[in-house]
C-alpha cells in the first residue's frame, strides 16, 4: 500500500471517538449475522443474509439545499434496485431498500449513516453529496467496518477501505477542465465556490496547476452552501479582468450566481464558466436562458452515444417522465450499485472483507462506457468531458479525453503536484 494511500486511511484516535460517539436507536445486532464481518462493537455484523432479502441504504439530500441535486441520485438508485430485483436480485435474493434523509447536513449524514449499520443493518449504503457529507461518513464507515459507495465527483486527496468512489476524482475532472481552459487560450481564471471541502481543496489544487501552466488566479472567492446573494462577489469577478470562471459553486446557490452574473453583462464570449457541480438537472432550476452555451467538466451527459445509454435514458424517462434528463451523478450512482451487484457476484459474499479482496478489476458497461474498479484505491476509471449547456437545456460534449483516465487520487502523477496531499 503506498505511503499516500496509509496516510489518507489514517484515522486519529479522536476522530474514531467521535464516529464511535453516534449512537443509533437500539445498538448493533449480531444474533442474527449471516456472514463474517466484524462490526464496531466487536461482534459479527448484523447484516442479515439468511432468508431471501437482503438490505441496502440510500442516503441522500430529500430537504434542504441539496435537495436540487440529490433527488436525482435517489431516483437513478430507485431505478437500478428495480432493475437489479427484477432480473433477479444479488446472490438470488432481492434487494431491501432502507432510505434515509441527509437533510443536507454532514452531522445528520453521520447519524443516519449510523443507523443504517447499526440498527437497519444494511450490507452497504449508497449516497452522500458534498465532501462535507462524506467526510463526515467516512470515520462512521471505518469504525463500523461497512461500505459507503459514494456517487459525487470530488476534491481527490483521499482513500479509503470502506468508500468505493464512483464519481470523478481530480484528475477525471478538475484537471481536465484546467486543461481544456489552456488549450482555449485562458490565461486569467476567476474562481468562485461554496465554502466547504470540495471547492476550498479543488481550489487549492486548481492554483497549483495555475502557477505550473502559466495561468493567473485573479480572485478566489466562496459563499456558504445555500447562499443567494452574489452582488459583491460577481461584482468583484467582472472587476477583476478574468477571462474565464472556474465554478465550484453546489446545490442552489447556482440559480443566484448565473442570474447575477447575467444582470451585470458578463457573457459567456467574453468569460466563460467551467462549472463540475452543474448537470443537465441543474439547468432547468438555474433557467436555461441564464447559463446556455457555458461549460461543464463531467464524465457522462444524456447526450453521450452508447446502446447502453440509450437504455438507461429510455428507462429513466419512462420511470419519471419525458420531462426528466439524466445526469452525471445520477449515472454514477446508478453505476454504483451495479458496480456492487458485480462485487459481491465476484466474492459470491456480502461480507465487507470479501468484497474488498475482489473489488480489484470488476466492471460494468455503464452508460457512460465501460468502468474499471481499482482496488488499491477504489476508484474506478472514467472518461473526461468538456460539455457546453444547449438551449435545449441538455449537454453536449465539445472535448473528451483519449479514453477513460485511470483514478490519481493523490496527484500523484503530476510533479507541480507534489506537497498537496
Not at 6 to 18: D, G, P, V
Not at 170 to 186: A, C, F, H, S
Request: hydrophobic letters at 40%; charged letters at 20%.
Amino acid at each position: 500500500m503506498r505511503t499516500t494511500r496509509k496516510r489518507a486511511l489514517a484515522l486519529s484516535a479522536a476522530a474514531l471517538a467521535a464516529a464511535l460517539s453516534l449512537s443509533a436507536c437500539g445498538g448493533a445486532r449480531t444474533a442474527d449475522a449471516a456472514d463474517g464481518t466484524a462490526s464496531a462493537s466487536g461482534g459479527a455484523s448484523c447484516v442479515d443474509t439468511s432468508g431471501d432479502t437482503v438490505k441496502i441504504g440510500f442516503l441522500n439530500s430529500l430537504s434542504g439545499t441539496m435537495a436540487i441535486s440529490e433527488q436525482t441520485v435517489r431516483d437513478s438508485l430507485d431505478l437500478a434496485a428495480e432493475e437489479i430485483n427484477a432480473a433477479g436480485g444479488v446472490l438470488g435474493k432481492q434487494l431491501e431498500i432502507v432510505a434515509e434523509d441527509g437533510a443536507s447536513e454532514p452531522t445528520v449524514f453521520a447519524e443516519k449513516a449510523d443507523k443504517l449499520i447499526s440498527s437497519d443493518c444494511v450490507a452497504a449504503v449508497f449516497g452522500g453529496w458534498t465532501s462535507s457529507s462524506r467526510k463526515a461518513m467516512l470515520p462512521v464507515f471505518e469504525s463500523k467496518n461497512s461500505l459507503l459507495f459514494y456517487p459525487v465527483q470530488y476534491e481527490g486527496l483521499e482513500a479509503s477501505k470502506n468508500i468505493f468512489y464512483t464519481g470523478a476524482t481530480t484528475n477525471q475532472q478538475i484537471i481536465p477542465g484546467m486543461d481544456y481552459l489552456k488549450e482555449q487560450g485562458k490565461k486569467k481564471v476567476f474562481l468562485v465556490g461554496s465554502d466547504y471541502v470540495f471547492p476550498r481543496t479543488a481550489n487549492k489544487i486548481i492554483n497549483a496547476y495555475a502557477e505550473a501552466n502559466g495561468i493567473e488566479i485573479v480572485g478566489e472567492e466562496y459563499a456558504p452552501l445555500g447562499h443567494t446573494d452574489f452582488a459583491t462577489i460577481v461584482n468583484k469577478l467582472k472587476s477583476s479582468g478574468a477571462d474565464a470562471v472556474f465554478n465550484t459553486l453546489n446545490g442552489d446557490s447556482n440559480v443566484a450566481f448565473f442570474k447575477e452574473y447575467k444582470n451585470v453583462g458578463l457573457t459567456v464570449d467574453a468569460t466563460p464558466v467551467v462549472s463540475v457541480s452543474i448537470a443537465e438537472e441543474e439547468v432547468g432550476g438555474i433557467g436555461v436562458d441564464n447559463i446556455v452555451g457555458q461549460l461543464t467538466a463531467w464524465n457522462y451527459y444524456q447526450t453521450v452515444e452508447s446502446p447502453e445509454n440509450t437504455t438507461f435514458v429510455a428507462a429513466f424517462k419512462d420511470k419519471y417522465g419525458d420531462d426528466r434528463p439524466t445526469s452525471d451523478p445520477m449515472e454514477a450512482a446508478y453505476t454504483s450499485l451495479y458496480l456492487w451487484k458485480g462485487m459481491v457476484e465476484k466474492a459470491e459474499s456480502f461480507a465487507v472483507a470479501d468484497i474488498q479482496e475482489a473489488a480489484d478489476g470488476v466492471s460494468f458497461d455503464a452508460p457512460e462506457g465501460t468502468v474499471t474498479v481499482n482496488g488499491d484505491n477504489h476508484h474506478i476509471a472514467k472518461t473526461a468531458y468538456i460539455g457546453e449547456i444547449g438551449p435545449d437545456g441538455l449537454i453536449y460534449s465539445v472535448w473528451e479525453s483519449d479514453g477513460p483516465i485511470e483514478p490519481d487520487p493523490f496527484l500523484e502523477g503530476y510533479d507541480w503536484a507534489e506537497g498537496l496531499s
